[in-house]
């Protein structure tokens, strides 16, 4: 056991270690926990420093089993790759690289000229139609690509954020129309220093392919813009290099990518 062993709950969802070789924090996942129907945990910080990390991640593992957690995830710096080994030997998974689009000076940068799409807060009864958006739009993220795991549970995540950011205290949800036409969602958050982060966007299945995908991100800038925001920053995975593209002829640079572990737990 290490040197030093704290966990911040009685029932170990949240803990930390630290020894000599290694710090590791972590914390529960509720809102994935409610989906998956077992505990989730996601390991908030990793940090190697010496030889004997190995031996103090045994810590962790016990507190996890003692939890019955049937998924934990991590997410490192793309350099990070004596933590990366560390969490390969003890059964984690690369699964995927993420970037961090973000546009700057957002007040004063020149943007195109608005798409045509209306933007207003999306209303109860529009919740239906972005379900089905969120239930069906999303294909290449973590849960949808490991293929340890159900989709449909993926599927049912995003349902669940949609859900809950119609009445969120920080998070909104913009439906985006053209006309009587719904065709996007975005969920976005206004956050202390004036950046406007996009947790969560889509374009409506049934209209990919018909250049929504440019008019509505457009849209959402001019949004921002307006609300007063500096900057927009959100997260997109590498696969996705359609929209990947679409950032780049948007504006957005791209920081030094990071990288997702899974460990899944092994079913009968």
Same mark, same amino acid.
């Given at each position: 056991?290490?040197?030093?062993?704290? =966990?911040?709950?009685?029932?170990?969802?949240?803990?930390?270690?630290?020894?000599?070789?290694?710090?590791?924090?972590?914390?529960?996942?509720?809102?994935?926990?409610?989906?998956?129907?077992?505990?989730?945990?996601?390991?908030?910080?990793?940090?190697?420093?010496?030889?004997?990390?190995?031996?103090?991640?045994?810590?962790?593992?016990?507190?996890?089993?003692?939890?019955?957690?049937?998924?934990?995830?991590?997410?490192?710096?793309?350099?990070?790759?004596?933590?990366?080994?560390?969490?390969?030997?003890?059964?984690?998974?690369?699964?995927?690289?993420?970037?961090?689009?973000?546009?700057?000076?957002?007040?004063?940068?020149?943007?195109?000229?608005? =798409?045509?799409? =209306?933007?207003?807060?999306?209303?109860?009864?529009?919740?239906?139609?972005?379900?089905?958006?969120?239930? =069906?739009?999303?294909?290449?993220?973590?849960?949808?690509?490991?293929?340890?795991?159900?989709?449909?549970?993926?599927?049912?995540?995003?349902?669940?954020?949609?859900?809950?950011?119609?009445?969120?205290?920080?998070?909104?949800?913009?439906?985006?129309?053209?006309?009587?036409?719904?065709?996007?969602?975005?969920?976005?958050?206004?956050?202390?220093?004036?950046?406007?982060?996009?947790?969560?966007?889509?374009?409506?299945?049934?209209?990919?392919?018909?250049?929504?995908?440019?008019?509505?991100?457009?849209?959402?800038?001019?949004?921002?813009?307006?609300?007063?925001?500096?900057?927009?920053?959100?997260?997109?995975?590498?696969?996705?290099?359609?929209?990947?593209?679409?950032?780049?002829?948007?504006?957005?640079?791209?920081?030094?990518?990071?990288?997702?572990?899974?460990?899944?737990?092994?079913?009968?």
């Amino acid at each position: 056991m290490p040197e030093a062993y704290k =966990s911040a709950q009685q029932d170990d969802t949240t803990g930390v270690i630290h020894t000599r070789d290694l710090d590791l924090e972590w914390a529960e996942a509720p809102w994935d926990t409610a989906v998956f129907g077992f505990p989730v945990l996601q390991i908030t910080r990793i940090d190697v420093r010496g030889p004997a990390a190995d031996a103090a991640v045994s810590a962790f593992e016990v507190v996890r089993d003692r939890l019955g957690a049937g998924l934990v995830s991590c997410r490192l710096a793309h350099d990070r790759l004596k933590e990366s080994m560390l969490l390969e030997a003890h059964g984690f998974r690369f699964i995927e690289m993420v970037y961090q689009p973000e546009l700057d000076d957002l007040q004063i940068r020149k943007l195109d000229p608005e =798409s045509g799409l =209306s933007v207003a807060r999306a209303e109860q009864v529009q919740l239906p139609l972005l379900l089905d958006i969120a239930g =069906s739009a999303f294909r290449n993220e973590r849960f949808h690509m490991d293929p340890r795991m159900d989709p449909a549970l993926g599927d049912q995540r995003y349902r669940n954020w949609v859900m809950s950011s119609l009445n969120h205290p920080r998070q909104r949800l913009y439906a985006l129309n053209d006309g009587d036409r719904l065709v996007a969602f975005f969920v976005t958050e206004m956050l202390p220093d004036g950046t406007c982060y996009w947790h969560l966007n889509a374009v409506a299945p049934q209209v990919q392919g018909q250049g929504y995908g440019r008019r509505a991100w457009l849209a959402m800038l001019h949004q921002a813009r307006e609300a007063g925001a500096r900057r927009v920053r959100t997260c997109i995975v590498a696969r996705n290099h359609r929209v990947l593209n679409l950032y780049a002829r948007l504006g957005f640079r791209f920081p030094p990518p990071m990288m997702t572990f899974h460990w899944v737990r092994e079913r009968p």
